[in-house]
């Protein structure tokens, strides 16, 4: 077997590398005692170059294409060898393809949190994680570097040594953006080409160029996830005056559809839902009252007009109004609102019967009474 491999080596060689996986950076082409014959024919396809190594010391280069070795275009392998009249017999050199292709969806991540200084929620710790893009951009610093005299060499033996530069620049790039918790998110762009950026000279140190880095997520601990939750509910929520006003109505409609059986008890349900509203819209009153204030002191609105008094009144159950004097006098006679119907305006504690409030007086003072039962 032995010599067969030697009388097979004595051929015109044909030195190519077909490369099968997704993740060799690195093949050294392998033959018998190393032995390339005069005239040999060298194919290097694209994303490929071809490394000639004598004795250690990096030779010459080649790019895709196919080439007949000599003297000629083994300029520097000449000189070292002290081929000055050309060679006619078999020499000695290491060949080593290297992949030129990108080497895409390589992983990385954040082993233990970054402490970040955050102006709305203090000190934070953060965790990120994202994938980036490398290629061989100079294949001799790369073997020089990386990858010395190993006869293949994978992502795998250089992931590990980019993960930990990539990890300790975006730790940095986090702290120094100053870019708030909640905005993180939408700066992941800038971030990833502001890291990209500060990586890349290690990378051309190591034969590398990253091709792309990026963000896929920045994480917060549970606690400062439900705080930003909580501002989130908040902004929906948007005018408490008005959100408040949307509760009470719910709470008087809900008491007075209260199915408690009727009679005592039904008047229960229907005192306690209005209690409950008298207490909500006195303290939604005062808060309007004092924002109203605010507001024309501000901007100098005079207050309303004394005599244009408006009156709310439980209609049917429900609030309704406001209504001028007028509009009161029309549903009087309409017998939609009579002395027991509580009413409330601005200024009053509670809701009163109408008969009850001075300013209604007139209204009710000019209708006679209801006519009493005829006596059996």
Do not use: C
Request: hydrophobic share 40%; glycine share 8%.
């Amino acid at each position: 077997m032995a010599l067969f491999k030697k009388i097979k080596g004595e051929f015109i060689d044909i030195i190519e590398w077909l490369d099968e996986s997704n993740n060799t950076m690195i093949h050294r082409f392998d033959r018998y005692g190393n032995e390339i014959k005069m005239n040999a024919k060298l194919t290097v396809r694209e994303s490929q170059k071809a490394v000639f190594v004598n004795e250690g010391t990096i030779a010459d280069i080649f790019d895709p294409g196919m080439y007949t070795l000599n003297t000629e275009n083994l300029p520097v392998l000449s000189t070292l060898k002290g081929w000055k009249y050309g060679f006619n017999s078999p020499f000695k050199a290491e060949v080593y393809f290297i992949s030129t292709k990108n080497f895409t969806d390589l992983k990385w991540g954040t082993p233990n949190p970054v402490v970040k200084r955050d102006p709305d929620f203090g000190p934070v710790r953060i965790r990120a994680f994202g994938s980036y893009a490398m290629r061989v951009k100079n294949p001799e610093a790369f073997i020089k570097e990386i990858a010395g005299t190993k006869g293949d060499f994978s992502t795998e033996g250089v992931s590990e040594h980019l993960k930990n530069i990539i990890v300790t620049r975006i730790s940095d790039a986090i702290v120094e953006s100053k870019i708030p918790v909640l905005d993180l998110a939408m700066n992941y762009d800038e971030l990833s080409q502001f890291t990209q950026n500060k990586i890349q000279n290690e990378f051309d140190e190591l034969g590398l160029e990253l091709t792309k880095f990026l963000i896929a997520n920045i994480s917060v601990p549970p606690e400062v996830q439900e705080a930003i939750d909580k501002r989130s509910s908040m902004g929906i929520v948007g005018d408490l005056n008005k959100y408040t006003q949307f509760q009470t109505a719910n709470a008087m409609e809900a008491a007075a559809n209260n199915p408690s059986g009727g009679g005592a008890a039904e008047g229960m349900g229907l005192g306690m839902g209005f209690g409950m509203a008298n207490q909500m819209m006195g303290a939604m009153n005062q808060t309007g009252q004092q924002n109203q204030q605010t507001q024309n002191n501000h901007e100098g609105t005079p207050p309303p007009v004394p005599g244009n008094i408006k009156f709310f009144a439980v209609v049917n159950g429900q609030q309704a109004g406001p209504y001028d004097i007028d509009a009161v006098k029309q549903l009087v006679q309409s017998g939609q609102i009579n002395r027991e119907t509580l009413v409330w305006k601005d200024g009053m504690a509670n809701w009163t019967k109408a008969s009850e409030v001075p300013e209604l007086s007139v209204v009710f003072g000019s209708m006679p009474p209801p006519v009493p039962p005829p006596v059996p």
